[in-house]
């Protein structure tokens, strides 16, 4: 259909056209998602699919279009750069909303809502396409947006201690995964969103969080020797991702219960990766 039709839709308040099959919609949709245009994928499909979703059209249907969201993780997995990026990222933002459905009102199975975080975590593992905002095309931002989505997962009832601290391990995976480019576009700070909320659930223990805050210090006190790279690359990410977990900690609303003792742990991670700026002067 044409962009002119979507323009309708929105101007209508996104209600559900009668004149065609929700399947034939949800389809096109889809499609958009992964359109390089970011009026028609970031603009047109996904605001319609997310207020979709949120509105509960799809909550007979939830389970197939979270697996259709899914599968569209793995479209063009593996390019460096590449517009199938577009429909990975932008799959990973709709999972989120379907799971955050599932988290108002149970829809789906506990097994299913599983399924679902394996393979967003292995798809935010081996995304290569680190770009965040692509000029002429929009965002990228396929670490933010599955941050996003990460977040979402935590917040749900299937997901207890276990599950919440893999979401912790894929969330340092994805920091010390060695890169080309470094975050530059708010990731870290997405990141450090994600693991709020697996902190508010308040089921992680501070003998869990203390090793995994020890292993992001070990890589952002790293610097590596390449004589043409730049040598942040290989503990910048967990470097910036540290800063903006004690700013969050600090600041962040809903604070939860280990905040007092993790964020003296943070403190020293920061003081440990960040020696020239706070050593005490002579």
């Not at 065609?20 to 028609?40: K, N, S």
Request: aromatic residues 6%; charged residues 25%.
């Amino acid at each position: 259909m044409s962009g002119s039709y979507w323009k309708q839709v929105h101007a209508a308040g996104l209600a559900v056209p009668a004149d065609r099959p929700l399947d034939d919609l949800t389809a096109e949709l889809t499609r958009m998602l992964g359109d390089p245009d970011p009026e028609l994928r970031d603009a047109t499909a996904y605001p319609t699919l997310m207020t979709w979703v949120g509105r509960g059209v799809y909550d007979d249907l939830l389970p197939g279009l979270g697996d259709g969201m899914a599968a569209g993780l793995g479209v063009g997995i593996g390019e460096a750069e590449g517009d199938g990026v577009f429909r990975r990222s932008f799959s990973a933002l709709v999972l989120g909303e379907c799971i955050a459905r599932d988290n108002q009102r149970p829809l789906v199975p506990g097994g299913k809502v599983l399924e679902w975080g394996d393979r967003l975590a292995t798809w935010l593992l081996r995304e290569r396409d680190l770009r965040g905002y692509v000029p002429g095309k929009g965002w990228a931002h396929a670490v933010a947006h599955g941050a996003d989505a990460l977040g979402a997962l935590a917040d749900s009832q299937h997901v207890q201690q276990p599950e919440l601290t893999v979401l912790l391990d894929v969330v340092a995976d994805r920091l010390v995964l060695p890169v080309d480019r470094l975050f530059t576009n708010g990731e870290p700070d997405r990141l450090a969103q994600a693991v709020m909320h697996v902190l508010r659930r308040d089921v992680v223990p501070l003998a869990v969080l203390e090793p995994w805050v020890a292993r992001l210090v070990a890589t952002a006190r790293t610097r590596s020797s390449y004589d043409d790279r730049d040598p942040h690359l290989v503990g910048g990410n967990a470097e910036a991702f540290l800063r903006a977990l004690y700013l969050q900690l600090a600041l962040g609303p809903q604070p939860p219960a280990v905040r007092s003792d993790l964020i003296l742990v943070v403190v020293d991670a920061l003081r440990a990766t960040n020696p020239q700026y706070l050593a005490p002067r002579a």
